[in-house]
């Protein structure tokens, strides 16, 4: 890789209740203000990675075509969860490999209400590997695809370390309480661990209150060369120092563990390489934004990325090093569980939130001095990425 890549704009959409957002409208408004905020036309871009999971083939140049036709190439993702943070993963290798120097990666979703569906239902679900180790080792039964996983990984973790339901939520409690500032979030009501344990029980320690909603929403960002910035004259200080993806090895399916199948293991190893890369370890984070589609997900990452020791979620949940004034500020954005979860969109989402807290702009959410920020976004299927970014 050549020189650093930097961030130069970003936009984020409100997320929306499903119906209440239409794709192109999405992607399109995304765009038009990371390009207002990076203070360049669409005539600058020269590339674009568009990521989504419900759609049809090319909604990518649909939502684009909005903006403009410029006759750049526009390649579309999918990647499951981590659709959003793979857009801006290939964006990111194209302009530090030095193939383009401005690049746009552009995230949205347009979802139905309820739990996630499989809609090819003649051919088998990539997801059955998955599954099929839920369903033989865990008492999941007829539950939803993603609450059947992640809900038996979380009663995995409890089995193991004996974690009570209480701590499971209070990562709920944290979510809300950071979201109430977040004019872009979905849920900003705050809720009490009471309140959290008597939503329905829905899998394992989890409550309805614990698992994210289905939103609407576009996210979007604009990478671009050190060489382009200055040329330009932008002000991009926002660099990214490190980043990897991982896709699964054989744990996740060997060891028949349902915290080795959400990702436990490409979370870690893809965290290892970011922080090998970016020449730092957690400790020099100061803020982040994780992948907490549900309360165990969250819990499963604080370790899997080395902010708490193998079965030490529970301590650094009670010490508060999870929140402002702790280790590490964790979702300031209230993350998944109060933003929603508009698949293709949570990535580049997470890029804005702290694009924007390393520039100071968060508002009453700023994480004070912040200069070093993680993000971390997974899907099933499965890919994780890791990408650390540091205010020049």
């Not at 140049?61 to 969860?81: D, K, R």
């Not at 857009?87 to 030095?98: K, N």
């Not at 960002?221 to 382009?228: C, D, L, P, T």
Request: aromatic share 8%; charged share 20%.
């Amino acid at each position: 890789m050549g020189p650093r890549a930097r961030i130069a704009g970003v936009g984020m959409t409100p997320f929306v209740k499903p119906g209440q957002g239409m794709y192109r409208d999405l992607g399109a408004t995304a765009v038009r203000d990371a390009l207002a905020d990076a203070g360049l036309d669409y005539a600058d871009v020269q590339q674009a990675f568009v990521g989504y999971v419900y759609g049809d083939s090319t909604s990518g140049q649909s939502a684009l075509y909005e903006v403009g036709c410029t006759g750049i190439p526009i390649v579309n993702v999918n990647n499951n969860c981590s659709t959003g943070s793979t857009a801006l993963y290939l964006a990111h290798q194209a302009v530090a490999s030095g193939a383009a120097d401005c690049v746009l990666a552009l995230g949205f979703e347009q979802m139905t209400p309820g739990a996630l569906q499989e809609n090819y239902l003649d051919r088998p679900s990539p997801l059955s590997r998955f599954t099929d180790i839920a369903d033989r080792e865990y008492d999941t039964g007829n539950a939803p695809m993603a609450l059947k996983l992640f809900g038996g990984a979380g009663a995995e973790y409890q089995q193991r370390y004996g974690t009570s339901d209480e701590i499971f939520a209070r990562i709920s409690v944290k979510a809300r309480r950071h979201a109430r500032h977040n004019e872009r979030a979905i849920f900003r009501n705050e809720v009490t661990v009471e309140e959290v344990l008597a939503s329905p029980r829905m899998l394992g320690p989890l409550t309805r209150l614990q698992c994210c909603p289905p939103t609407c929403g576009g996210g979007a960002a604009i990478i671009v060369s050190e060489a382009f910035a200055r040329r330009k004259g932008l002000k991009a200080d926002i660099a990214i120092t490190g980043q990897a993806m991982r896709t699964d090895f054989p744990s996740t399916f060997n060891e028949s563990s349902l915290i080795k199948v959400v990702g436990a293991d490409l979370s870690a190893a893809a965290a290892r390489t970011a922080y090998e890369e970016a020449g730092m370890g957690p400790g020099d984070v100061d803020v982040v934004e994780l992948h907490d589609c549900f309360t165990a997900n969250e819990i499963l990452s604080y370790e899997a990325l080395g902010f708490a020791p193998e079965g030490g979620a529970e301590r650094f949940i009670l010490d508060n090093d999870n929140t402002y004034g702790g280790k590490v500020v964790v979702n300031p954005s209230g993350g998944l569980l109060s933003k929603g979860h508009p698949l293709g969109a949570t990535g580049l989402a997470q890029c804005a939130e702290l694009v924007w807290q390393l520039r100071g702009q968060a508002g009453v959410r700023q994480v004070e001095g912040a200069r070093v920020a993680l993000q971390h976004n997974i899907g099933l299927g499965g890919a994780c990425v890791v990408t650390i970014y540091e205010r020049a």
